[in-house]
């Protein structure tokens, strides 16, 4: 007997628990069930829809457009539409003592995993939820990492990965930051990467290898020379040279030009026995924006950001 | 040319769905006839007025995510639903906090039977107007299993609850659509 038959509902035939599929189904079942039929039947009738206009044709194009770019160009690898242990077994039962007990610090470690790491999926998947703030600071810094650890051509096909990311949310300064990665990235890789340098530039809003010439030679960062031997006495001679070549400056030729993120940092205390410690070789970051990618004492020309100015 | 091919219910064979994939327009069209009905009748039939934009948008964000989808054609029959009920769900949020233009100011004071004077503005007798009686989850469930024509078991995946709790659901729904009928469409 049916909830609503138990409590005397409804002023006709009682609906049964085992109408409700045959009803739901479309099958008829009578016994005073017929008006609820028909309402279900104009329930089921098809309504009318516009097939075939420009505004539809427009939205085609746009999905068409909108899946080929998400297939070229996956945010995440492709995850299956549901997980399902095929039963309550020990190894589910381990797995969700692991999730329980592992999840504060496994989601905190996978925060600051890197691309190729094992967490990184795990990182990528709890900023999809809101959990981390990911977004452009984020990519850039998995770039840096992937940059200063070697892997060049990751850090330039992460940069790639991430452009949509990248590409709404740069400002000025993050516009300097990756433009930097894709220097650096490129004169480690060389020629051979040029298209896909290309293809980021372009799509970071900057012009191509080919219109790119010189490679910003003027923004070569000679404000720093020396400055951490600017007081007399203070026993710093030789750290000049550690100095005179801090990429890191260079770089901000570009935009931030007259800014000497480095003097004298650590140093103007006279006498304060820093001789050989290579005291201004991070110390520049602390000026200088984009400075993160400083390569101290590395001798290289600047090569900015090939946007001369 | 993608090889197109239809079930009795029009379902999107594999083929098509990775077409769609790759960005092929021809697929997109196919998904599109094949599922703009119902989707549409969904929308309605759960009270969403402005079905066809949204049914719109829920195409778009089929476009965005369907390279993460992985399944068969029923599972992506599913998977489309589990869309248009978040799109549902974020349009019924957005009209609850949308202000009310375009309403001139009576100069009448306040009063009279406001309940009469809106029931005479629905037929209750008509679908709508039954419809109209029934809860938010109520005409949703309806809406999945009659006009999406979808299982039980893919209603509470959508829905976000229990088979048990879908079964409980609509066997109220159809309750309260009997009990609109049999008081010749009295709200109870």
């Not at chain 1, 030679?217 to 710093?236: A, F, R």
């Not at chain 2, 091919?5 to 094949?34: K, M, P």
Request: hydrophobic fraction near 35%.
């Amino acid at each position: 007997m049916s909830w609503f038959a138990d409590r005397g509902h409804g002023q006709g035939s009682a609906l049964l628990e085992r109408d409700v599929e045959i009803l739901l189904s479309g099958r008829p079942v009578g016994n005073g069930m017929e008006e609820l039929e028909g309402l279900l039947a104009e329930l089921r009738t098809p309504v009318p829809v516009e097939r075939d206009s420009p505004d539809i044709t427009r939205l085609l194009i746009e999905a068409a457009r909108l899946a080929r770019k998400a297939d070229l160009n996956p945010a995440l690898p492709r995850v299956a539409t549901r997980v399902r242990f095929p039963a309550w077994s020990p190894a589910a039962a381990v797995a969700a003592i692991v999730l329980v007990f592992g999840a504060v610090p496994t989601a905190v470690a996978a925060n600051t995993a890197a691309p190729g790491d094992p967490l990184y999926v795990i990182d990528r998947a709890l900023e999809r939820i809101g959990v981390f703030a990911g977004g452009f600071e984020e990519r850039i810094a998995e770039v840096e990492h992937l940059n200063d650890t070697g892997r060049h051509g990751e850090a330039l096909t992460h940069l790639d990965a991430s452009l949509d990311e990248v590409r709404g949310r740069l400002g000025d300064r993050q516009f300097s930051m990756a433009f930097i990665q894709l220097e650096l990235a490129h004169s480690a890789l060389g020629s051979e990467a040029s298209d896909l340098v290309d293809k980021v530039r372009r799509s970071l809003g900057g012009p191509s290898t080919g219109e790119n010439q010189g490679l910003g030679n003027g923004n070569q960062g000679s404000g720093n020379q020396g400055q951490g031997n600017q007081t007399p006495g203070s026993g710093n001679q030789g750290q000049g040279s550690g100095n005179q070549g801090t990429s890191g400056n260079q770089g901000q030729g570009s935009g931030n030009q007259g800014t000497p993120g480095n003097q004298g940092q650590g140093n103007e205390t006279p006498g304060s026995g820093n001789q050989g410690t290579p005291g201004n070789q991070g110390q520049g970051n602390q000026n200088s924006g984009p400075g993160k990618t400083d390569a101290p004492g590395s001798d290289k020309p600047g090569r900015g950001l090939g946007r001369d100015r | 040319m993608v090889q197109l091919e239809r079930s009795s219910r029009e379902e999107l064979v594999v083929d098509t769905i990775g077409a769609a994939r790759r960005g092929n327009q021809d697929a997109w069209a196919e998904i599109y006839h094949s599922l703009i009905g119902p989707l549409t009748g969904y929308l309605l039939r759960a009270g969403v007025t402005e079905a066809d934009d949204v049914a719109a948008e829920v195409f778009l964000q089929m476009a965005r995510d369907i390279h993460r989808f992985e399944g068969d054609d029923e599972s992506f029959r599913s998977w489309v639903f589990v869309i248009a009920h978040r799109r549902m769900i974020d349009w019924r949020r957005k009209a609850e906090t949308r202000p009310i233009v375009g309403v001139p100011e009576s100069d009448e004071p306040p009063g009279g039977d406001v309940e009469q004077e809106a029931l005479q503005g629905i037929e209750f007798t008509s679908l709508p107007g039954i419809l109209e009686q029934l809860t938010d989850d109520q005409r949703e469930v309806l809406a999945l299993r009659v006009v999406a024509d979808l299982s039980v078991e893919e209603t509470a995946k959508i829905m976000g609850r229990r088979v048990g709790a879908v079964k409980s659901l609509q066997h109220r729904a159809l309750g309260a659509v009997k009990r609109a009928i049999d008081k010749g469409g009295i709200a109870v």
